[in-house]
């Protein structure tokens, strides 16, 4: 694999410039157990050297200049650098350091060439990452000219780097000086990338309602080939017991939930009842308090047609809800979905926002992809100077609000850099991801709306890619322009990324 180094400076970091809570968070907060903090992850530092050829104390040295480099990289973030005292020479000793480091809890590696190291450490290490696969970056720097080599290190990256390809170990590189912002960056990337997957391999998703939505295909995937490429589980809770356990809320903290949601300032028009409100509100604290008991990273509510045929009930403001507490939720049960949005939720500590929503609106002309859904988005994705809306269901019973039933939360996003991506049913093995950012527009459509100008294609070629291949009708919006992290978390999960192929104009052929 190339270097992943940043094409561009980031254009924001994720999230910073909306509310830090949502409408009601205060008053959820109030009804439910305060949130686990998950524990750092630990990346291990590791130095290659070879005494015999080369300055051991220089090798010494930089081995520790790149190691607070990488320290000072991940300051304030979950991360913990664990470094041994000096660089390896023997694999022996390379070997017995990284089984501790491996039962110490360490989930990647950082592999540093000091200078020039034995072919041993090369094959062993690489032997040992068959047994205990983990992401590894590999950093070589360059060195002064017109003397003596002092390291070697480039040559040293190359002769390692061929055993690891031999042994199909999955990495990346990169050859920066020490004190490069690159290697800064690129470190920062790679930490990332290790503790979401890392996160991922240990994490369980709670899905509420037994199984799809009728003739959602692609919002059901292969169970077994995501946790054998992703390590994620799906629980499953039946609907009625999830909304049986929404009963034991006070009535008071429900009421003070709702006023929060419809009777603040934020909120334009309600046309919900009170009844209806309160269903939904406590199908979404239900939700949470047991994604919590449960240890769960993520949900998804199945939604239709049981909600609304045995309950009176809508799944989108109770989405809105939980999203707004930073539990990633997904509509229409679509499993893989919630997987795209707990990669973007992952990799910047929930700072991203990811919402769940399908294009319905292709202008070529303007260079715009209009992404709409009924509702779910977070009220801290509200467009600034704008207000929301709680209704009815828009859609439900062709909008007949007699019939129609609520709550959910209708609003324009807010403009930004955003980043979309999608794993591709059936298993996630393939991904399309690609960036933008979210124009002023008036809602084309009653709901959560925004229009979307894509970055490095336009928007009937990246339209048309998707519906060339086919792919599926959910895509996830995250806040900010981080592809370069999706792509890095997938090379280590080993996902396929497609790129763009279609030539545009709003025509094109299927691809197999």
């Known amino acids: 694999m190339t ?11 994720p999230g910073t410039d909306l509310p830090a809570h949502g409408t009601a968070s205060a008053a959820m907060a109030e009804l439910l157990p305060t949130p686990s903090t998950p524990t750092a992850t630990k990346i ?31 300051k304030g973030t979950p991360i913990e650098v664990v470094a041994p005292e000096e660089p390896f020479e023997d694999p022996g000793d390379v070997l017995a ?14 592999l540093f060439h000091g200078s020039y190291t034995a072919g041993e450490i090369a094959s062993q290490l690489a032997r040992w990452l068959v047994d205990h696969p983990m992401p590894l970056l590999s950093w070589a720097f360059p060195e002064s000219t017109g003397g003596r080599l002092t390291a070697n290190s480039l040559c040293c990256q190359n002769f390692v780097l061929n055993a690891m390809k031999r042994l199909d170990i999955t990495y990346q590189w990169m050859f920066q000086p020490i004190d490069s912002p ?105 939700t949470l308090d047991l994604a919590a008991a449960g240890g769960h990273i993520g949900c998804s509510i199945r939604c239709w047609p049981t909600l609304w045929d045995h309950y009176s009930c809508a799944a989108d ?11 990633p939720a997904a509509d229409e049960n679509d499993m893989l979905g919630l ?61 007949d609000e007699e019939t129609a039933v609520g709550l959910l939360v209708e609003a324009l996003l807010a403009t930004g850099p955003v980043t979309v991506t999608r794993y591709l049913s059936p298993d996630g093995a393939k991904a399309f991801t690609f960036e933008g950012d979210i124009r002023e527009s008036p809602m084309a459509f009653r709901g959560s709306y925004a229009e979307c100008e894509p970055a490095d294609a336009t928007a009937d070629q990246v339209m048309g890619t998707i519906l060339d291949h086919g792919m599926d009708h959910h895509w996830i919006i995250g806040r900010g322009r981080f592809a370069e992290d999706l792509a890095l978390l997938n090379h280590w999960l080993g996902v396929t990324p497609l790129q763009v192929s279609n030539p545009g104009d709003c025509r094109g052929l299927s691809h197999h």
């Open 97 to 110: 350091a990284v089984d501790q480091l491996f039962a110490e809890g360490v989930r990647g590696i950082v």
């Open 339 to 399: 997987l795209s949005m707990l990669s973007m939720h992952l990799l910047h500590e929930g700072h991203t926002l990811p919402t769940l929503m399908d294009i319905s609106l292709l202008d070529a002309e303007r260079n715009r992809l209009g992404f709409w859904h009924c509702g779910g988005s977070a009220t801290r994705l509200v467009r600034a100077g704008t207000a929301y809306e709680t209704r009815r269901h828009s859609i439900m019973e062709n909008a």
């Open 182 to 286: 690159v290697a800064s960056a690129e470190l920062g990337r790679f930490a990332r990338s290790v503790r979401a997957r890392a996160r991922l391999i240990q994490g369980k998703a709670l899905m509420v309602g037994a199984g799809r939505v009728p003739g959602f295909y692609d919002a059901e995937c292969d169970e077994l080939a995501v946790m054998k490429r992703f390590g994620l589980r799906y629980d499953r809770l039946d609907l009625m017991e999830v909304m049986k356990h929404g009963e034991h809320f006070d009535a008071g903290g429900v009421a003070k939930v709702r006023q929060a949601l419809t009777a603040e300032p934020g909120c334009g028009f309600n046309n919900v009842p009170d009844e209806q409100a309160d269903d939904t509100i406590r199908l979404a604290l239900a």
């Open 317 to 327: 403001g109770a989405l809105t809800l939980i999203n707004d507490q930073g539990l």
């Open 3 to 13: 270097t992943l180094a940043p094409s561009r400076p980031p254009v924001n970091v």
């Open 44 to 74: 291990a530092f590791v130095g290659v050297g070879l005494k015999m050829h080369f300055v051991w104390a220089d090798a010494c040295k930089a081995y520790w200049e790149a190691v607070d480099v990488f320290k000072s990289t991940v």
